[in-house]
């Protein structure tokens, strides 16, 4: 059990189209779910969290008018990088969990989405 | 905000028992130790948690001093597909919900 999915694996578009990731908890609810970035050689950067039905919150640092986070159901998020450009070009990973409440929660994650912009 | 502390690299021989330590001297009381294991161009895999003292699984131990300032990952008789980045982290609460703050990992290069 726990399994999330990413769709697509990855993705290659012009700069200045937007591109849609999709995560998917495939055998749970996810209350929450997370969305990283990792560069190459480099460790997961967290962009913001997210809440089934609401906002969600960006970290520092991160432009949530670029990056669009949408939590529609229990089982689905979605990442939307508007407006892409080459230092957009990453690893996007998100990961679910069924509740909101406790470390204890463990992170399950997707695969991956590799992003690369021209 | 809890921060950990691990080598930066570890080598070891196929069927050598591999133990990483992770310092984090900032625990908070409630916050939870999870280990992760990330394969390149892969999303992390889960290994294994706990709180205190020991915890054993399919794959691993995880050992926990009474402080808690520190754990320790055992995994016992690696194999070269052991070879990846495993990630020491503790939870933050931030915006209502724990996130997990990846640190640096241990990259482990398993030798034939």
């Known amino acids: 059990g726990a399994v999330v999915s990413q769709h697509p694996s990855r993705v290659i578009c012009k700069s200045g189209t937007s591109v849609k990731i999709e995560c998917r908890s495939l055998?749970?609810?996810?209350?929450?779910m997370f969305w990283y970035r990792q560069f190459p050689k480099k460790s997961l950067m967290l962009m913001a969290t997210s809440n089934e039905g609401s906002k969600a919150t960006y970290e520092q640092g991160v432009e949530k008018d670029k990056f669009l986070i949408n939590h529609a159901s229990l089982t689905l998020s979605t990442l939307t990088v508007t407006s892409a450009h080459p230092e957009d070009s990453s690893f996007y990973i998100c990961?679910?969990?069924?509740?909101?409440?406790?470390?204890?929660?463990?992170?399950?994650f997707g695969p991956g989405t590799r992003l690369t912009v021209l | 905000l809890a921060k950990t502390t691990q080598p930066i690299s570890m080598d070891s021989y196929e069927g050598q028992e591999v133990n990483i330590t992770c310092s984090h001297n900032n625990i908070a009381t409630n916050d939870y130790i999870t280990w992760y294991q990330q394969f390149p161009s892969q999303g992390p895999r889960f290994i294994i948690q706990?709180?205190?003292t020991k915890v054993t699984n399919e794959v691993a131990s995880l050992f926990i001093p009474a402080d808690r300032k520190s754990s320790t990952l055992s995994l016992p008789r690696v194999s070269l597909s052991d070879t990846a980045v495993y990630y020491c982290l503790v939870g933050d609460s931030g915006a209502g919900s724990y996130q997990l703050t990846f640190g640096k990992g241990t990259k482990l290069s398993v030798i034939p």
């Open positions: 706990g709180y205190k």
């Open positions: 055998d749970f609810q996810a209350t929450t």
């Open positions: 990961s679910a969990t069924r509740t909101s409440g406790s470390s204890a929660d463990t992170q399950y």
